[in-house]
């Protein structure tokens, strides 16, 4: 009989398509959460920290479709408020596109690694999906 705190285990072999579809489904989640994590942008001079949900991502969008060539508006960031002008957002919105996309060539390049990996690989790969450092 075995002592209480001792429990028997059996390991088993899991299909490598199905551990690999884990690990993607981890990595997808991982560059959701970069992407609306927010980056900093520039403007006039100043660094401002610019949300990068999808909700805000469409506010930057719509202001800068609907915004005269000459007309500013005042915006708020956590650093404070800085009155934009047409170019400033456009500066915004290139520069969150620029960083979202950087998110998703990152996914790409995990993702072929894991395409490609064998199952020893796969918790080095787990590592460096949650690695904040080998993000963005």
């Given at each position: 009989s075995l002592h209480p705190c001792r429990r028997s285990y059996t390991v088993k072999d899991e299909d490598i398509t199905l551990i690999r579809s884990r690990v993607k489904d981890s990595l997808a989640q991982k560059r959701y959460q970069k992407e609306i994590s927010g980056t900093k942008v520039t403007v006039q001079g100043t660094e401002v920290t610019?949300?990068?949900?999808?909700d805000t991502r469409n506010v930057f969008v719509q202001a800068?479709?609907?915004m005269g060539d000459t007309e500013t508006?005042?915006?708020?960031?956590p650093e404070g408020?800085?009155?934009l002008t047409k170019a400033?957002?456009?500066t915004i919105v290139g520069s969150g596109?620029?960083?979202i996309q950087q998110c998703f060539d990152k996914e790409?390049?995990?993702?072929a690694q894991i395409d490609t990996a064998v199952?020893?690989?796969m918790a080095a790969i787990l590592v460096t999906i949650n690695d904040a450092v080998t993000w963005l």
């Open positions: 610019v949300e990068t949900d999808r800068l479709l609907l508006r005042n915006w708020k960031f408020f800085v009155n400033d957002l456009g596109a620029m960083y790409l390049v995990i993702a199952a020893a690989d």
